[in-house]
């Protein structure tokens, strides 16, 4: 299995909504990692964990919360989102921690999400 | 200036023909390149890591050159399936990936 599956691949909601985004990888990657990507631009990180442990948190909006279950899963917890916060989230795996040597990222399909 | 520069294109290229873009980095202390390509909606997939000896995979060539901080990539004999954006990725060891803005490329029939 080499695959990062996300859940749902679209997605619609209120600003009063709370909904979740999640990811999955059953490659033993340790390092886990959210991305946002408005269109036309470079995916932004959002956050990485690493050992089931978080990382990084690129200074993202309390709206957006992590969560790590265990090492397979990856969660995104949504609420009370802005307009400006559509966009297509991505979820990826690399197979050592954060930082490791030469460290490849294995992306999900993404979940697009429009907030209206 | 940006810590990962490529030209966005778009770079209009007719079926068969030979086309090569570069992408510039900042930080001398960089130690892991790659190209990843990106379709339309979908997410990026790692095309091939940069080596400084270069390094080849059927129709695609990729090169790194450490003394002018640039890395490349070649597409010979290019298909209308090469059409995508293809992002330029830089790192170290201990640090996030920086993602270049990427370039788009049309191939034309």
């Known amino acids: 299995d080499t695959e990062v599956t996300q859940t749902p691949k679209h997605l619609v909601m209120g600003m009063t909504n709370k909904k979740s985004l999640k990811c999955e990888q059953h490659?033993?990657?340790?390092?886990m990692y959210w991305y946002k990507q408005k269109a036309k631009k470079p995916p932004e990180l959002m956050f990485v964990y690493s050992y089931e442990k978080l990382s990084i948190n690129e200074s993202v909006p309390s709206r957006f919360s992590p969560e790590c279950p265990n090492s397979s899963l990856l969660n995104l917890h949504l609420h009370a989102l802005q307009p400006e916060d559509s966009a297509l989230y991505l979820c990826?795996?690399?197979?050592?921690?954060?930082?490791?040597?030469?460290?490849?990222?294995?992306f999900g399909s993404g979940t697009q999400l429009s907030v209206l | 200036r940006k810590e990962v520069e490529q030209d966005p294109g778009p770079f209009n290229v007719p079926e068969g023909a030979t086309v090569a873009f570069n992408c510039t980095y900042s930080n001398s202390a960089s130690q892991s390149f790659f190209w990843y390509r990106q379709d339309c909606r979908k997410e990026p997939k790692l095309l091939m890591s940069v080596y400084s000896s270069g390094n080849e995979d059927g129709r695609f060539t990729a090169q790194l050159n450490r003394a002018s901080q640039y890395i490349s990539l070649l597409i010979r004999d290019s298909k209308l399936s090469d059409s995508a954006t293809y992002l330029c990725?830089?790192?170290?060891?201990?640090?996030?990936?920086?993602f270049g803005t990427g370039t788009r490329l049309t191939i034309i029939p």
């Open positions: 490659m033993g990657h340790r390092a």
């Open positions: 990725v830089v790192t170290r060891v201990g640090e996030k990936l920086t």
């Open positions: 990826a795996s690399s197979q050592g921690g954060f930082g490791a040597t030469n460290e490849k990222l294995f």
